[in-house]
T-cell receptor, first 119, second 119 residues
Framework: AQTVTQSQPEMSVQEAETVTLSCTYD???????LFWYKQPPSRQMILVIR??????QNATENRFSVNFQKAAKSFSLKISDSQLGDTAMYFC????????????????FGKGTKLSVIP | GAGVSQSPSNKVTEKGKDVELRCDPI?????LYWYRQSLGQGLEFLIY????????KSGLPSDRFSAERTGGSVSTLTIQRTQQEDSAVYLC?????????????????FGPGTRLTVL
């Protein structure tokens, strides 16, 4: 079974600064997908970024980028120029694709990191 | 377009009663997932639908939990004889699934969840 670990339960960052959230995972699979989701107080889970394990290039989405280290099984999220709207719970998630009719594509989540952006 | 919607937003029930939670996925999404988010357990996968079939029910915690999906669209999660430990936020997500040609590895979009409180 896959496990996802987020070792930082809470973090804070000054507005306009950069912060990095860490995530490690354990799997014996070679092909998989990794995600960062954001959950603000509204409860709506919002995709921040995704990474395919077969791609060596780190994914980026505007102010959000990842540092994907496959051998180390590490997938950290960097938020640049932090904004007040970035305040939320951030969840790292793992997906092992199943290329058969009986499989599923469930996400396995870490426990989350609560990020507070301070004005 | 419209996102994933869930109803009710909040549900308070008495121990032993049955509850039904509803999920309306994004139009055209063939895959649908239910997750449970609780303080003690974090985010857990419950069940996955592809169309009206449920290839993966492995996350349902007991036989008190069941789910169905009709017309390849709306899904209902039913909890019978609710217990206090069922109190949690129940999240639904949908994705293009097999329709995308990506074998279900496409992004899952989440609804705002239903907060269930069992007294």
């Amino acid at each position: 079974a896959q496990t996802v670990t987020q070792s930082q339960p809470e973090m804070s960052v000054q507005e306009a600064e950069t912060v990095t959230l860490s995530c490690t995972y354990d799997t014996s699979e070679n092909n998989y997908y990794l995600f960062w989701y954001k959950q603000p107080p509204s409860r709506q889970m919002i995709l921040v970024i995704r990474q395919e394990a077969y791609k060596q290039q780190n994914a980026t989405e505007n102010r959000f980028s990842v540092n994907f280290q496959k051998a180390a099984k590490s997938f950290s999220l960097k938020i640049s120029d932090s904004q007040l709207g970035d305040t939320a719970m951030y969840f790292c998630a793992f997906m092992k694709p199943s290329y058969s009719g009986a499989g599923s594509y469930q996400l396995t989540f870490g426990k989350g990191t609560k990020l507070s952006v301070i004005p | 377009g419209a996102g994933v919607s869930q109803s009710p937003s909040n549900k308070v029930t008495e121990k032993g009663k049955d509850v039904e939670l509803r999920c309306d996925p994004i139009s055209g999404h063939t895959a649908l997932y239910w997750y449970r988010q609780s303080l003690g357990q974090g985010l857990e996968f419950l069940i996955y639908f592809q169309g009206n079939s449920a290839p993966d029910k492995s996350g349902l915690p007991s036989d008190r939990f069941s789910a169905e999906r009709t017309g390849g669209s709306v899904s209902t999660l039913t909890i019978q004889r609710t217990q206090q430990e069922d109190s949690a936020v129940y999240l639904c997500a949908s994705s293009l699934g097999w329709a995308s040609g990506s074998w279900g590895t496409d992004t899952q979009y989440f609804g705002p969840g239903t907060r269930l409180t069992v007294l």
